[in-house]
């Protein structure tokens, strides 16, 4: 189920149950307590929300927060956003629609049209996790604004991510740092887990992933970089936004979930 032909150019020869599970265990390298990060924020959602609520897995990935939400919450219904042809088309072969409560979009969340796909609706949550990280900060703050006009009254964002310590914190900034490089040297030096950097040239070997994988670089080869919006920044966009109550509820150094509450 999906707004985008184009993400389920699929074949029954791909195992996408060993590509998810590979990339579920590369992303562990990264973030050693992801799961633990997803329990909490899903922890949120059961103590604010009624049984069947709907929520948005924005820049889903491979539907990792939607999987785990659905599961958890019988009841809920999901729509999964992503850009990535590749990781969307591998959500799609093992999920499927969960019983006609995920829905799939894939859209550029630096453009607004990814509303319009969403269709004229309220949410009760919208998640996200290890994703925003890379939107130029101008369009951090306007996406904060969209999301401030589809979550209902009382409805809930949560941000997993990396939400760094500002400048001229240099020690706590520095802690933090070193903190993720030794996680990183144990997962991929000591440990030798794949990293991302391997995952994506194993699944390049895909052959019939050769269609996804060559829209995947045209559309994030000129532009993919790495920003590093501080927490003061996202804490303010919320706010601005329209946002009630915005602050950390889980935090290892500078790895956080950031819950704003409309």
Same mark, same amino acid.
């Given at each position: 189920?999906?707004?985008?032909?184009?993400?389920?150019?699929?074949?029954?020869? +791909?195992?996408?149950?060993?590509?998810?599970?590979?990339?579920?265990?590369?992303?562990?390298?990264? $973030?050693?307590?992801?799961?633990?990060?997803?329990?909490?924020?899903?922890?949120?959602?059961?103590?604010?929300?009624?049984?069947?609520?709907?929520?948005?897995? @924005?820049?889903?990935?491979?539907?990792?927060?939607?999987?785990?939400?659905?599961?958890?919450?019988?009841?809920?219904?999901?729509?999964? =956003?992503?850009?990535?042809?590749?990781?969307?088309?591998?959500?799609?072969? +093992?999920?499927?629609?969960?019983?006609?409560?995920?829905?799939?979009?894939?859209?550029?969340?630096?453009?607004?049209?990814?509303?319009? !796909?969403?269709?004229?609706?309220?949410?009760?949550?919208?998640?996200?996790?290890?994703?925003?990280?890379?939107?130029? =900060?101008?369009?951090?703050?306007?996406?904060?604004?969209?999301?401030?006009?589809?979550?209902?009254?009382?409805? +809930?964002?949560?941000?997993?991510?990396? @939400?760094?310590?500002?400048?001229?914190?240099?020690?706590?900034?520095?802690?933090?740092?070193?903190?993720?490089?030794?996680?990183?040297?144990?997962?991929?030096?000591?440990?030798?887990?794949?990293?991302?950097?391997?995952?994506?040239?194993?699944?390049? !070997?895909?052959?019939?992933?050769?269609?996804? @994988?060559?829209?995947?670089?045209?559309?994030?080869?000129?532009?993919?970089?790495?920003?590093?919006?501080? @927490? +003061?920044?996202?804490?303010?966009?919320?706010?601005?936004?329209?946002?009630?109550?915005?602050?950390? $509820?889980?935090?290892?150094?500078?790895?956080?979930?950031?819950?704003?509450?409309?």
């Amino acid at each position: 189920m999906t707004d985008n032909p184009s993400s389920t150019l699929s074949s029954p020869s +791909v195992n996408w149950q060993h590509w998810l599970e590979r990339w579920d265990a590369q992303q562990t390298g990264y $973030i050693p307590h992801r799961e633990e990060r997803f329990q909490t924020m899903l922890d949120v959602l059961e103590i604010l929300l009624p049984e069947n609520f709907a929520a948005i897995d @924005l820049a889903c990935g491979p539907g990792a927060i939607s999987q785990r939400l659905l599961k958890r919450f019988p009841h809920a219904h999901c729509v999964a =956003i992503d850009y990535d042809p590749v990781l969307l088309a591998i959500g799609q072969g +093992v999920l499927g629609n969960m019983g006609d409560r995920l829905r799939w979009i894939e859209a550029d969340l630096t453009q607004d049209a990814w509303l319009k !796909q969403v269709g004229e609706i309220q949410v009760d949550a919208v998640l996200t996790t290890t994703a925003l990280h890379w939107l130029p =900060i101008d369009r951090l703050v306007h996406l904060y604004q969209k999301l401030g006009q589809i979550l209902r009254p009382g409805g +809930v964002f949560l941000n997993g991510d990396h @939400l760094y310590f500002p400048p001229h914190l240099v020690t706590l900034r520095h802690v933090a740092k070193a903190v993720q490089t030794q996680q990183e040297e144990q997962a991929f030096s000591v440990r030798h887990q794949e990293d991302w950097q391997q995952w994506w040239e194993a699944i390049e !070997q895909e052959a019939e992933l050769k269609a996804l @994988l060559a829209e995947r670089h045209r559309r994030f080869q000129p532009r993919f970089t790495e920003h590093e919006p501080t @927490l +003061v920044i996202h804490e303010a966009a919320l706010q601005e936004a329209g946002f009630r109550e915005v602050s950390t $509820i889980w935090q290892r150094f500078d790895d956080r979930i950031l819950l704003a509450v409309r």
